[in-house]
């Protein structure tokens, strides 16, 4: 049997554990959606810990892979956030509402059509469904593809606030049409999709073999893909009136 300074000592080790958790937490809790970094002074001012506690906590973090430290010495959430946060969109709702607005896409295209999330400077296609076409565009759940290449990266970086063109004229009609962009033999058109409080949740695509899916395919296919993003959209509790307004005017942009 445990003496009482056992047990004091052991109970004095869980509350601590318990402690540095939370503080692990208010680390992570520290960065919004509008950070890129943080520094070790940003996140002290907003968590109200010493530097030398975030110091020692950064490290677990850090092995964790739930913090990266860039070279610069600032800090962003790491990689195994963004696995987290795919479980639980598989696990609670981003499957039950993603995954019928996806097949009803498909089915009135006939092409595959995939749901892209950001993570980082690369994209991950996280739910897809394929084209009924023989021939058909190739991509399977989990595959990474680069950020500034393809329609579905491009509206990814766009509504993440890239500058320039053509992510000006993205987030004006809310969409991106690519023939040809990341694969010379694959074309698509994207639209964002958001969720509660104006958040990008990732990238709706329907794409295809450019021998098949060319440019005014894709454009006859730009509303009915804004439908389904502002469906979706709404579905995720948030207000889709900018992607309804994108898909009323889409038939006459280029």
Request: proline fraction near 5%; charge should be neutral.
């Amino acid at each position: 049997m445990d003496s009482p300074s056992k047990s004091a000592d052991a109970e004095i080790d869980r509350a601590e554990g318990v402690a540095a958790l939370d503080r692990a937490i208010a680390i992570l809790d520290a960065f919004s959606t509008e950070d890129r970094s943080l520094s070790l002074a940003e996140i002290a001012a907003r968590t109200g810990l010493y530097k030398s506690t975030i110091l020692r906590l950064a490290n677990s973090l850090l092995r964790g892979r739930l913090l990266e430290r860039l070279d610069n010495g600032r800090y962003r959430v790491g990689p195994a956030t963004f696995r987290l946060g795919a479980l639980y969109q598989r696990s609670v709702v981003a499957v039950d509402i993603l995954l019928p607005i996806m097949r009803d896409l498909s089915e009135r295209s006939w092409e595959s059509v995939a749901f892209y999330v950001r993570s980082g400077d690369v994209r991950t296609c996280l739910y897809r469904v394929e084209s009924k076409h023989p021939i058909r565009y190739t991509i399977r759940e989990g595959d990474v593809l680069p950020l500034l290449l393809g329609s579905g990266g491009r509206v990814l970086a766009a509504f993440s606030g890239q500058q320039g063109e053509p992510y000006e004229t993205i987030r004006k009609t809310c969409n991106c049409l690519a023939v040809g962009d990341r694969d010379p033999e694959t074309g698509g058109v994207s639209a964002p999709v958001f969720g509660p409080g104006g958040v990008l949740l990732g990238a709706l695509t329907l794409a295809g073999p450019s021998t098949r899916v060319d440019a005014a395919f894709l454009q006859r296919m730009k509303r009915p893909l804004l439908e389904a993003a502002a469906r979706a959209t709404r579905a995720f509790g948030e207000d889709a009136s900018m992607l309804e307004q994108a898909s009323l005017v889409a038939d006459a942009l280029p």
